[in-house]
């Protein structure tokens, strides 16, 4: 009698189980594909802001590396002029005197003569920027110049022009 009960039992289990298989309708189906869609979106936004702040980056190291370079320029424009070495008379293309010269013009810049920066302190790899960094001295006074140096970094999109006025004489105001 007991095996009879339990054929029974099993027979009522198999006709729900073969019942459940043929409610089913495939929503998981539906419901995998939406996640996994939403999955792909989220892996594409965050490669696109990964690529994004790669720009970003380069860009800042091709600005900062023509900072250095516009500052080693600076820095060599005002050696030579605490060195003794500059008059106020236009005799080269690197000192000016009466005239004011138009340095934010690329074209200006092409008919100054580069400094060779990297050969005289060592301080920045020359293989780096696109060219030398080049320097102008502007005379104001005997005592009085202005220097700019002008640079570009690892492309010709990174330009950096500096000034700074260097005085010679006394540091009395009055």
Aim: negative net charge; hydrophobic residues 40%.
């Amino acid at each position: 009698m007991e095996s009879s009960i339990a054929i029974k039992i099993m027979k009522t289990q198999r006709k729900h189980i073969s019942v459940s298989h043929k409610n089913q309708s495939g929503v998981i189906l539906v419901v995998s594909l939406i996640i996994l869609l939403l999955l792909t979106l989220i892996s594409l936004t965050g490669m696109q802001t990964t690529s994004l702040e790669e720009k970003m980056a380069g860009n800042m190291r091709d600005k900062n590396l023509a900072f250095q370079a516009a500052e080693a320029a600076l820095k060599a424009g005002e050696d030579k002029v605490s060195g003794g070495d500059v008059t106020c008379s236009p005799e080269t293309t690197r000192f000016f005197k009466a005239t004011k010269p138009d340095i934010e013009n690329g074209n200006f810049w092409s008919t100054v003569p580069s400094v060779d920066v990297f050969n005289l302190n060592n301080q920045l790899d020359n293989d780096r920027v696109v060219i030398q960094p080049k320097y102008i001295i502007e005379c104001f006074s005997e005592d009085l110049y202005r220097i700019t140096a002008y640079a570009q970094g690892a492309t010709a999109d990174a330009v950096v022009i500096l000034q700074s006025v260097y005085n010679l004489g006394s540091t009395d105001t009055n």
